[in-house]
């Protein structure tokens, strides 16, 4: 599973707070990814990091802000959660080389947040 | 931006039977095609990728086929097994490692496969 971890795996919260999902790695990849799933789109990019304090932004981040602060993290904020924002969240890694291959990107469990 | 299409939106076959989801890509750059399989409730999982030097790749029971001219992809699943029914995500990316951002993976809308008994 690439060692990623996703935090929390579960999240109910009323429209209008504000929500932190935690991505963490432990195996010093360079390339981080947050994608939401929703049924009928796939899987669509959010944001994206290329190393401490890089980011940049995917094809769905109006609503979304995002944070790497260390290698192994990266923070993604709804900083004012609305019902449109209820999907599932998935983490992802990606790096050269990875089992002997190229390019490879891999998911961590993901999390489910529901905005009431 | 690049535009990754996949078909069919579901899929039914007789177990043993052979099962063909179809992907279209819009990028020319594009140069990595991977596939996922997502069983219910879990991560996705890479299960076969393909690089654009390479028109045929096989994994036991899976392939995948690519068409650079005409820009699509294809993965096959021969003698169908119950365990294959999952949704299965194909994705199109270009190499991005030369640069410093990295590379950006496009996804298609899944296929279910449901593989009956």
Same mark, same amino acid.
């Given at each position: 599973d690439a060692g990623i971890t996703q935090s929390p795996r579960h999240k109910v919260t009323e429209t209008g707070t504000p929500v932190t999902l935690r991505c963490h790695q432990t195996?010093?990849?360079r390339y981080m990814y947050w994608y939401r799933q929703d049924p009928g789109h796939g899987l669509r990019l959010i944001h994206y990091s290329y190393g401490v304090k890089d980011t940049d932004k995917g094809e769905?981040?109006?609503g979304y802000s995002v944070s790497r602060s260390k290698t192994e993290d990266f923070l993604l904020t709804l900083e004012s959660a609305t019902s449109s924002q209820t999907s599932v969240y998935f983490c992802a890694i990606s790096a050269p080389g990875l089992a002997g291959r190229s390019y490879e990107q891999y998911f961590g469990p993901g999390t489910r947040l529901t905005v009431t | 931006g690049e535009n990754v299409e996949q078909h069919p939106s579901t899929l039914s076959v007789q177990e043993g039977d052979s099962a063909v989801i179809k992907c279209t890509y819009s990028d !020319?750059? !594009? /140069?990595y095609f991977p596939w996922y399989k997502q069983e219910l409730g879990k991560r996705p999982q890479l299960i076969i990728d393909i690089r654009s030097n390479v028109g045929e790749k096989k994994d036991q029971r899976i392939a995948v086929t690519l068409n650079k001219t005409a820009k699509h992809f294809s993965l096959h699943i021969t003698e &169908?097994?119950?365990?294959?029914s999952a949704v299965y995500f194909c994705a199109a990316s270009t &190499?991005?490692? &030369? &640069? /410093?951002?990295g590379n950006q993976f496009y996804f298609g809308t899944g296929t279910s496969l449901t593989v009956i008994p």
């Open positions: 195996e010093n990849h769905v981040s109006d | !020319s750059a !594009s /140069n &169908t097994q119950p365990e294959d &190499t991005g490692f &030369t &640069t /410093n951002t």
